[in-house]
């Protein structure tokens, strides 16, 4: 993965979290690539980063199961762009939450990683340091078994879900520049 002047992906694997460039727009991937569609909110990430114009505005940020050391890319957050597997009744079904939907889709543990992203958000809003806004878009995964690849269901999900993702991003930059104009 490649760093760039405008955007880039910030590896949240082994290897010390570093926090975000400070770009008040911020694109969180998170997932599990060894546990088939769980890995469906890289995967997006991946496809949102190579198909938005590029913004010195957003950061793309590569969380994979990061937990906690993430609070500090959401604290950065201005606007914050989350995308996940999560949980519904039809697998490869997208998802796309907004303002008070999102603590009910955590309340209602949707997400496999929800615990972690609540316990983040509500760091984050302990400290008065909490996202203006946040959205989540998502597609229920079919299997979270260990194995590597993506069902089907999940990639067509992945494909559907990227133009929403694409939109919801726009949304961010437009708001985001309206602030710094």
């Given amino acids: 993965?490649?760093?760039?002047?405008?955007?880039?992906?910030?590896?949240?694997?082994?290897?010390?979290v570093e926090r975000s460039t400070?770009?008040?727009?911020?694109?969180?991937?998170?997932?599990?690539?060894?546990?088939?569609?769980?890995?469906?909110?890289l995967a997006l990430l991946e496809q949102v980063?190579?198909?938005?114009?590029?913004?010195?505005?957003?950061?793309?940020?590569?969380?994979?199961?990061?937990?906690?050391?993430?609070?500090?890319v959401v604290q950065d957050a201005r606007y914050l762009l989350v995308l996940d597997a999560v949980a519904g009744?039809?697998?490869?079904?997208?998802?796309?939450l907004?303002?008070?939907?999102?603590?009910?889709l955590l309340a209602s543990k949707l997400s496999p990683h929800q615990v972690g992203l609540l316990d983040i958000l509500a760091a984050?809003?302990?400290?008065?340091?909490?996202?203006?806004?946040i959205d989540v878009v998502g597609v229920v995964p079919e299997t979270v078994d260990l194995c590597l690849g993506m069902t089907e269901a999940a990639s067509r999900g992945v494909e559907q879900a990227t133009p929403i993702a694409l939109a919801v991003l726009a949304e961010l930059v437009a708001a985001a520049e309206a602030v710094s104009a």
């Fill in 124 to 133: 984050a809003r302990l400290l008065g340091t909490e996202p203006e806004r």
């Fill in 89 to 96: 009744p039809v697998p490869g079904e997208v998802v796309s």
């Fill in 49 to 72: 980063q190579a198909q938005a114009p590029a913004s010195p505005l957003v950061d793309f940020v590569d969380g994979r199961t990061g937990g906690m050391e993430l609070l500090p």
């Fill in 98 to 104: 907004s303002g008070d939907q999102v603590p009910r």
């Fill in 22 to 41: 400070g770009a008040p727009v911020v694109v969180l991937g998170i997932g599990n690539t060894i546990m088939a569609d769980d890995g469906i909110g």
């Fill in 1 to 16: 993965m490649t760093s760039q002047t405008t955007s880039h992906i910030t590896s949240r694997g082994p290897a010390p």
